[in-house]
Structure formats: structure tokens, C-alpha cells
């Protein structure tokens, strides 16, 4: 429950949550997840899954939300493997391929990942969010899915972020506007923020932390070291910043992202359930990350 959006469930925060459980070995809380998730989300004529429901209204908005879908299979993926569920495997390989085959749009970059299956697509434009491409889910799917548009939709993905730098500090906007060239969305703010900061832990998560992928992130975190304080989001329009220091989700992944790829060194603070939804999904993917990396 995201209680920052009037306790709104959506299929990113299942994915969160199925991903936690597989990491912490914990079949009984995915068993319940992925019980609940497939009753009230998945109940579209494919297998994707609606992106929103709220326990006043029931299911609030039935068109997916692409991250939410890769979650959730990667999740699926990782528990079929782990405790040896051939159906969650299934399940895994269903929902990859109607990504696959229903998200894609060709491009001359190559492989264009669609954030819904509607509303993202106009008059020879696309609205894009780079954070969608969770790259270790991508990688997982293509073992479970075997087909090449995976491998070129990685490409594309860091393709687009290298292209898509804005600001002072060069950095992603949270979504983007495609047509010749990316540029930052008119319909969204001009930010880097709360969906942007996942790129850096994503391409972590995947070993694809080069320091010339990270040294956007890097310059602008490592601007505000030492100063107590630490904005969650920038305008890259005219450089601004948030007036409120950033959630303990977003400095974790600012700590990782300076430090990549020593990892040995770095400490992440207990979870604090009072920082929020967001801020705790966060702060634990991390973990999770740190975890994996430093094994």
C-alpha cells in the first residue's frame, strides 16, 4: 500500500514486494503476494497487469504500467528457479512475452519499450520513461524468454540514456518526449527525480555501472557532499532544487552510486516504515542490490 497516494496498491509496488520475498527466501509471503496481485491486477484479456487499485474503489485504471509488468515477472522468474515452482516459471514466460510482443515499438535506435500499452504514443512521438528499462529484469527475461529483442532493447535503453542529458549536470528527465531526438516530456515536469533516480540503481543491479553511464549521477550527487543536505529532485530547465532534503530510498542509492563498484565499504541505515512507501521500497532494493554485488 502506498499510503503517500491515499493507499493506493499498484503493480510496481507488487513487483517490490515479490522481489523482497524471493530475496529474503520467504515463499509464504510470495505465495500471498502474487495471490492477491493475480486476482486484482491481472485481470486484463492479456496477462499484463493493470496498474492501479485502491481498497475504496477497486481497480482504479486498467491499462499497465511496463515497469510494474517487468517486476513481477523478473520476481516470478527468481522464485520459479529458487524454490524449483515450474508454474511460477510459466507465469514468468507469460508475461515476458506479451511484453515482448505488445510493448515494443521499433525505432532506428532499434527496440522502444512503450510505459503502457496507452496514452504513450502520438502523431510520430513517444513518451518514453528510461527508468522502465529495469536492466537486470531484462536480463533475467531473456534466459526465460529467449529472443533477441531483449538483448537490442538493452541497447537501446543505454543508447537513450547517454543521449538523454539535460541541465547542468547532464542528467535523465524522469520522462521524455522521442521523436528525432529525446528531449525532456512537455506533459511531465522537466525533472530528474523521483522516477529518474532508479536508472543509476538499475544499471548497478545489472553490472552495467561504467563511470561513464554514472558520472551524470556522480557529479550531481557528489555537488551537494558535505552539505547536510541533499534535494530529491532538480528542474533541468533552469537547474533548480528541491527545498526538502531527500528520502533515506533516494540517499541510499546516491551512497551506492558514488561508491560503484567498491561496494565493500558501503553502509546502508536500517529501514525506517515512517519514511514511507517509496522511500522503503528504496532503501530495501538496495540491500538487495548491495547484497548481490558483494556476494
Excluded at 92 to 118: C, F, H, T, W, Y
Excluded at 173 to 182: K, M, Q, R, V, Y
Excluded at 246 to 253: D, E, K, L, R, T
Amino acid at each position: 500500500m502506498d499510503r503517500g497516494q491515499d493507499g493506493i496498491s499498484h503493480s510496481e509496488g507488487q513487483g517490490f514486494a515479490l522481489l523482497l520475498a524471493v530475496h529474503y527466501d520467504d515463499p509464504a509471503t510470495f505465495a500471498s503476494v502474487w495471490k492477491w496481485t493475480r486476482s486484482h491486477l491481472q485481470t486484463r484479456p492479456d496477462k499484463l497487469l493493470s496498474w492501479s487499485w485502491s481498497a475504496a474503489g477497486g481497480l482504479r485504471d486498467s491499462n499497465n504500467a511496463t515497469d510494474g509488468d517487468l517486476l513481477v515477472a523478473w520476481a516470478l522468474g527468481r522464485a520459479g528457479k529458487r524454490w524449483k515452482n515450474p508454474r511460477y516459471l510459466e507465469e514468468a514466460q507469460l508475461i515476458a512475452r506479451e511484453v515482448r510482443e505488445k510493448l515494443l515499438r521499433n525505432n532506428s535506435r532499434g527496440p522502444l519499450l512503450l510505459p503502457g500499452m496507452d496514452g504513450f504514443e502520438n502523431s510520430g512521438r513517444l513518451v518514453l520513461n528510461l527508468s522502465y528499462w529495469v536492466f537486470p529484469a531484462l536480463q533475467e527475461l531473456e534466459r526465460l524468454d529467449p529472443a533477441p529483442e531483449w538483448q537490442s532493447l538493452r541497447t537501446t535503453g543505454i543508447a537513450l540514456i547517454r543521449e538523454s542529458r539535460f541541465g547542468r549536470w547532464g542528467l535523465t528527465s524522469d520522462w521524455i518526449d522521442l521523436a528525432e531526438t529525446p528531449l525532456p516530456a512537455a506533459d511531465f515536469p522537466d525533472r530528474f527525480g523521483y522516477d529518474a533516480i532508479r536508472i543509476p540503481l538499475y544499471l548497478m543491479w545489472a553490472g552495467l555501472d561504467t563511470p561513464e553511464l554514472l558520472e551524470p549521477y556522480r557529479n550531481y550527487w557528489s555537488y551537494f557532499k558535505g552539505a547536510g543536505f541533499m534535494p530529491s529532485w532538480t528542474d533541468l530547465s533552469d537547474d533548480s532544487i528541491d527545498s526538502y532534503d531527500a528520502s533515506p530510498g533516494i540517499h541510499a542509492i546516491a551512497k551506492l552510486t558514488l561508491a560503484a563498484p567498491n561496494f565493500s565499504r558501503v553502509a546502508l541505515p536500517a529501514l525506517n516504515p515512517d519514511s514511507g512507501y517509496y522511500s522503503s521500497a528504496l532503501l530495501l532494493l538496495c540491500k538487495a542490490m548491495l547484497a548481490e554485488r558483494s556476494r
